[in-house]
């Protein structure tokens, strides 16, 4: 507890001596930020949880979508430079850790899950930038929802943990969006049975649908696939429940190709992405797992053609080259969290990312900074070959001037240490022939430093602190 309460003195003298300052990244642009510190906080901590986006085609702008813990937020961010905050929404459950929502067409259909009396939200989006309309709020359809999902083709709305306000929970509700501005019930998820009558599963994390095919993340019992095309007979097509570093499955994603598969499990900290091979959904297999360092976790995982984008909580949002799938890379990242990445405790940082906006940029929420728009640089290149050395002592750390460093003597020198600062500068280069060294920044401006060690195989980033 005494090492913690140091690190948050420390971090709250950085952002003293630089007022301005925001984590750094490697070969991210960042665009700008929104916070507000004094809304709500939960544990002294959480403000902010999920977001999403809607494109107007019509005038050609794009808004963001980010809920707080009682409120969801709309911003203008045609300008990605210039986020305009254009509406407020009160949530009708306070004090949420997990707020969720999905556009379809030009509404937002938003939920809360918190075991405090909630509803299901829909907000008409055409008025923006002015304001926002609301044109449904009920909670017969969902007392408390974790997730949802919608797939437009079908016109379906997926809800994910949906508690009744009777008291009962559905492992998934499915509603039909026909009349966009009155969702109505149509089904359930017929979950599977044992032969001796007990259920498969409890409940139904978050879902991913296309096609009537749902793949459902089912917490500690996997990975459940089904065909829902017919609602009243409904198929299940295949499981993934024992696979490398299993736990609490969290969340999934189809590439546009519909032959791969990636998952996140939340439970406990520090599991592996996982990508299958779906190209016989019967038969998923599992191809490679990946993650950003040993003790980080994944949140949410996405396809964006040959990469995936990932917010990892502590270590904030990072893209991977994942096109050979036998050797998934780094290929760049961005720090959202104050918190020390390496300190992983709880889940703290990075909790959504939204990277399908058609102008390219990159919408991402931490949890305690609030949210961040930010682009991939124009020069990046791929990393080929990631490996992860001895462990790195680097100290002080803070430090005012001078960084000391034992990178151990298993790696192949020379090695070459590359400092940059908030904005992604380089400010620093040093070709290192020793494992123990030193990097004098006393000529560099307080704030948050990386400094990446890397040689023909070897390359890892570590996060300084200098102090005035």
């Not at 003293?16 to 925001?22: F, G, K």
């Not at 300008?79 to 379809?104: F, Q």
């Not at 459902?216 to 019992?221: F, G, L, P, R």
């Not at 696979?243 to 592996?272: A, C, R």
């Amino acid at each position: 507890m005494k090492s913690r309460i140091i690190w948050i003195y420390l971090l709250i003298l950085a952002c003293i001596v630089s007022p301005n300052l925001h984590a750094q990244g490697y070969k991210i642009k960042y665009l700008d930020h929104y916070n507000n510190p004094n809304l709500p906080k939960i544990e002294n901590y959480q403000i902010w949880n999920d977001l999403t986006a809607w494109v107007d085609t019509i005038h050609h702008k794009e808004y963001i979508i980010a809920g707080s813990t009682d409120s969801i937020y709309f911003f203008d961010v045609t300008d990605p430079t210039n986020m305009i905050l254009c509406d407020v929404e009160s949530g009708n459950s306070k004090s949420v850790v997990n707020r969720d929502y999905e556009c379809y067409s030009h509404y937002v259909y938003c939920v809360s899950d918190n075991r405090n009396p909630g509803s299901l939200q829909v907000f008409d989006l055409q008025y923006l930038p002015d304001s926002v309309h609301k044109v449904f709020d009920s909670d017969s359809l969902s007392f408390n929802t974790h997730s949802i999902f919608i797939e437009a083709k079908s016109k379906r709305l997926y809800l994910c943990i949906n508690r009744l306000k009777s008291g009962g929970v559905a492992a998934m509700d499915i509603l039909s969006l026909e009349n966009p501005e009155k969702p109505v019930w149509i089904s359930r998820l017929q979950v599977p049975t044992f032969g001796d009558g007990a259920a498969a599963f409890r409940n139904v994390h978050e879902v991913f649908v296309r096609n009537d095919t749902a793949y459902c993340s089912v917490e500690y019992n996997g990975l459940y696939i089904f065909d829902l095309r017919d609602l009243k007979n409904q198929k299940l097509l295949s499981v993934i429940s024992q696979y490398p570093q299993n736990g609490y499955n969290h969340s999934s994603w189809v590439d546009d190709s519909g032959k791969y598969l990636m998952f996140t499990d939340e439970i406990p900290g520090g599991l592996d992405v996982k990508v299958y091979d779906i190209s016989d959904i019967r038969n998923p297999m599992w191809l490679n797992s990946y993650h950003s360092n040993d003790a980080a976790t994944a949140h949410n995982a996405y396809f964006v053609g040959d990469y995936a984008y990932v917010s990892c909580y502590h270590d904030g949002f990072y893209i991977f080259n994942i096109k050979d799938k036998s050797n998934i890379s780094v290929e760049a990242y961005y720090h959202t969290s104050t918190y020390p990445p390496e300190s992983y405790e709880g889940y703290k940082g990075c909790w959504g990312v939204y990277p399908f906006l058609p102008s390219g940029n990159i919408a991402v929420s931490d949890m305690g900074e609030g949210i961040f728009m930010l682009r991939r640089d124009s020069t990046i290149l791929s990393v080929n070959k990631i490996q992860v050395a001895e462990k790195v002592h680097i100290w002080p750390n803070p430090s005012r001037n001078t960084f000391n460093f034992d990178i151990g003597s298993s790696i192949k020198f020379p090695v070459e240490a590359s400092v940059y600062d908030i904005h992604g500068k380089l400010v620093l280069q040093k070709q290192v022939h020793e494992a123990t060294f030193e990097l004098d920044c006393s000529a560099i401006s307080a704030g948050y430093l990386s400094v990446e060690l890397n040689n023909s195989d070897f390359r890892k980033v570590y996060k300084l602190i200098k102090t005035d």
